[in-house]
């Protein structure tokens, strides 16, 4: 992922001359610490639900209807319709089959290329009700959650998930992410930190939708939309609860890069819980407000402290 660092340093010369950039509406709400999540996902209502029992992967068992463990060290998932549930997996999940269903399933793997799961190639997978998470904040976290290798993966849809302990909590191009708990990430050096991130390219539409992602970090982002391999277009960030990184979300128009289309981001929450200004530098980089049909609009405060730094 290239970060856009020459974003970063045109939004703040931007902001040291007056150019207009989005802005925030501002609602208080009291007392922060005590109701950060309030009305949105967090541990209580995301992940394996409390007194659920898994079977241990590979100890107590090592295959299903098109799945199986793979000794050299992960889980193959290869059957079209396959069902993973219950589960407690130390391993990648590789899914390279359609209509796939992982859901109850605690993923806890760790490590400078780990991922949790990976799709590649996938069709309708549906990843529900799971906890996926790296070993520790440091050289045991996960590099991604949740990641499309190759970018082409459709039909995704991702609910009521608790990602942690990572470098990138979901990184695709297309589907369905809404109600996730994404929260303290781990950090090796040299790692661009990222809640949900999309590389470009793609025009299948991307939707992010109340999920509660909290960066406590400098960088990068909460939400990061980039044009690493082709524009953004299509994309949907509605309802969210956003902290921290750089900025909380990088809008999808790379300096000098082709034009982004299609960007709605609307009726978020920025939290100044970590930074006043949302995220270190500020609430959004990077959105080209005269881009076909972007709109940015109804988005709000969460916390009177972010009233003296808006986006203005």
């Known amino acids: 992922m290239a970060l856009t660092v020459a974003g970063t340093i045109a939004l703040m010369f931007a902001t040291l001359l007056g150019v207009p950039s989005p802005r925030l509406l501002t609602v208080p709400l009291a007392n922060l610490a005590a109701r950060q ?20 992967v590979p100890g107590q068992v090592s295959h299903g209807p098109g799945w199986r463990f793979d000794r050299r060290g992960w889980v193959e998932v290869y059957g079209r319709g396959a069902v993973l549930t219950d589960l407690s997996i130390p391993y990648n999940v590789n899914v390279t089959a359609s209509d796939v269903t992982i859901e109850d399933v605690r993923i806890t793997v760790g490590g400078p290329d780990a991922i949790g799961i990976s799709l590649r190639h996938a069709r309708d997978v549906t990843i529900e009700d799971s906890t996926i998470r790296g070993l520790n904040t440091s050289r045991g976290r996960v590099m991604a959650g949740i990641k499309d290798i190759f970018g082409g993966s459709t039909g995704l849809a991702v609910a009521y998930d608790n990602i942690s302990l990572f470098e990138t909590g979901i990184q695709v191009e297309s589907g369905l992410i809404e109600d996730n708990y994404i929260h303290r990430p781990g950090y090796i050096a040299g790692d661009h930190t990222n809640g949900i991130m999309s590389n470009g390219g793609g025009t299948k539409e991307l939707t992010i939708t109340h999920n509660t992602i909290l960066v406590d970090r400098r960088q990068t982002d909460a939400i990061g939309l980039f044009e690493d391999f082709g524009p953004q277009r299509n994309r949907r960030i509605t309802g969210n609860l956003l902290a921290g990184g750089g900025y909380a979300i990088y809008g999808g128009q790379e300096p000098g890069g082709p034009q982004s289309a299609n960007i709605v981001i609307t009726g978020n929450d920025f939290s100044s819980m970590y930074y006043a200004r949302g995220g270190y530098y500020g609430c959004a980089a990077d959105f ?25």
């Not at 992940?47 to 659920?52: A, E, F, Q, R, Y």
């Open 37 to 56: 999540h309030a009305g949105f996902p967090s541990a209580t209502d995301t992940g394996v639900p409390p007194g659920t029992p898994l079977r241990s």
């Open 288 to 312: 080209d407000q005269e881009g076909p049909r972007n709109v940015w609009s109804g988005n709000t405060w969460h916390s009177s402290a972010a009233t003296s730094a808006s986006c203005d």
